[in-house]
């Protein structure tokens, strides 16, 4: 996000704007430090629900979309994309100049969910989001359980689960390697119980009836 | 399975969507209109 941030200030332009869309189904608190490090002067909002993962297919963060001024997506970049990446930053930059961003890359998700399901996990999502505010954790966890339950190969919720259960892993630095083992050990478990596939597809007599 | 839920990809138009602002307030893509846009999703986890 600092890096983000510079790059605002040197770019920010009367027809550019950069939006930065934080996905957490906990509640924005968690987001507040991060914006306030970066000194962000651009318009940070807050995805609780899972609205705009659920509109653009993707399934995990950090991601950089971008739009003309039409309303038209001309680039997408699902997972990975960075202010440190020369590639990422270059298509933005061609993106401002008025150029063609260039070719996005692959982005071929394992699965689509349903209509149904869609709007089951978001309600799931939501519906976690109320209980956890008024503290009751574990019937919020639950929640979140039963719509990753729905959308396995989702890490974005998958990985909100672990910050509010292990909080210690992520705040205040991101312990990869247990995230590594613990995603192999959860998928394991997940197919040993024919919730999903070994590809994290979720099988289909788990869609609600 | 019923109908798949429809995904905006590249050269669709992004469904317009608003979203509570960190800070207070709503803000609205339909706002940001006829500006490039380059949204960045996060996670503070």
């Not at chain 1, 002067?41 to 993707?58: A, I, M, Q, R, W």
């Not at chain 1, 709007?119 to 519906?127: C, F, G, I, M, Q």
Request: charged share 25%; hydrophobic share 45%; proline share 7%.
């Amino acid at each position: 996000m600092p890096g983000w941030q510079r790059f605002y200030a040197a770019h920010h332009a009367s027809d550019f704007e950069f939006v930065a869309v934080a996905l957490e189904h906990a509640g924005a608190e968690a987001a507040r430090p991060y914006a306030a490090r970066a000194g962000a002067t651009f318009p940070v909002v807050v995805d609780e629900h899972g609205l705009t993962s659920g509109l653009l297919g993707f399934k995990v963060v950090p991601n950089g979309v971008l739009v003309d001024q039409d309303g038209i997506i001309r680039y997408a970049k699902y997972g990975g994309f960075s202010i440190d990446r020369a590639e990422d930053v270059a298509a933005v930059e061609r993106f401002i100049r008025g150029d063609d961003p260039g070719p996005s890359p692959d982005h071929a998700p394992l699965y689509a969910l349903g209509s149904l399901e869609q709007e089951v996990v978001a309600t799931r999502l939501r519906l976690g989001r109320l209980l956890d505010a008024v503290g009751r954790r574990e019937e919020a966890l639950a929640e979140w359980q039963a719509a990753l339950r729905l959308d396995p190969g989702n890490l974005v919720i998958r990985k909100q689960i672990w910050a509010v259960r292990y909080p210690e892993r992520f705040y205040p630095a991101i312990n990869w390697t247990w995230q590594k083992e613990q995603l192999a050990c959860e998928r394991a478990a997940e197919v040993a119980a024919g919730i999903c596939d070994p590809d994290g597809c979720p099988l289909p007599h788990h869609v609600p009836r | 399975m019923t109908a798949t839920a429809p995904i905006a990809r590249v050269g669709d138009r992004l469904p317009d969507f608003a979203l509570p602002l960190l800070d207070g307030g709503t803000l609205a893509l339909d706002d940001r209109r006829g500006k490039r846009l380059l949204l960045f999703f996060w996670g503070s986890w």
